[in-house]
T-cell receptor
Framework: EPEVTQTPSHQVTQMGQEVILRCVPI?????FYWYRQILGQKVEFLVS????????KSEIFDDQFSVERPDGSNFTLKIRSTKLEDSAMYFC???????????FGSGTRLTVV | SQQGEEDPQALSIQEGENATMNCSYK?????LQWYRQNSGRGLVHLIL???NEREKHSGRLRVTLDTSKKSSSLLITASRAADTASYFC???????????WGAGTKLIIKP
């Protein structure tokens, strides 16, 4: 069964450093997403990406964050100048279209120290 | 404002029993989805029910949707220890691209 692949599975970074979280969505999917889940809390939407551009972003997704789809397969989330409160599990997801379920990656656990 | 809200927050039952979890939401939706999350792990899509559907089955899962009450339920029949996980509902609205998530129900199946 096709999978969404995320790397790394765990990243520890110093506060103020930049991190790039990587995702390879399912190849024929058209919609791509980043969500995050702070430990013990709800899953929160960050950004959606369709047709090579951001289609929607949340209040969390401020200038500190950016996404890219540099080639036909990768989808990255960059967090500049990380803060302690950015520590969370970050999930990438993709789906074929609206009215389809999402396929999530297994997540990147980001720990900012 | 919060969209999906599950209840109960936690549910502990004996293996073999049925587990029912409920979800309520506030705005109009295109579809509602249920996901499972094992502790510290990724989210697994279980089932999607469209706004014009009332009931859907997948294996031991049965989902109902009542759009007049803005609520859904997930029934897991003949529960197994491996069903121990957190279960989330998430709503997909017409006007935006994101899923809005509830806080989840933590299900524990006792052997």
């Amino acid at each position: 069964e096709p999978e969404v692949t995320q790397t790394p599975s765990h990243q520890v970074t110093q506060m103020g450093q930049e991190v790039i979280l990587r995702c390879v969505p399912i190849s024929n999917h058209l919609y791509f997403y980043w969500y995050r889940q702070i430990l013990g809390q709800k899953v929160e939407f960050l950004v959606s990406f369709y047709n090579n551009e951001i289609s929607e972003k949340s209040e969390i997704f401020d200038d500190q964050f950016s996404v890219e789809r540099p080639d036909g397969s990768n989808f990255t989330l960059k967090i500049r100048s990380t803060k302690l409160e950015d520590s969370a599990m970050y999930f990438c997801a993709s789906r074929l279209g609206q009215n389809y379920g999402y396929t999530f990656g297994s997540g990147t656990r980001l720990t900012v120290v | 404002s919060q969209q999906g809200e599950e209840d109960p927050q936690a549910l502990s039952i004996q293996e073999g029993e049925n587990a029912t979890m409920n979800c309520s939401y506030k705005t109009s939706i295109n579809n509602l989805q249920w996901y499972r999350q094992n502790s510290g792990r990724g989210l697994v899509h279980l089932i999607l029910i469209r706004s014009n559907e009332r009931e859907k089955h997948s294996g031991r899962l049965r989902v109902t949707l009542d759009t007049s009450k803005k609520s859904s339920s997930l029934l897991i029949t003949a529960s197994r220890a491996a069903d121990t996980a957190s279960y989330f509902c998430a709503t997909d609205a017409y006007s935006n691209y994101q899923l809005i998530w509830g806080a989840g129900t933590k299900l524990i199946i006792k052997p």
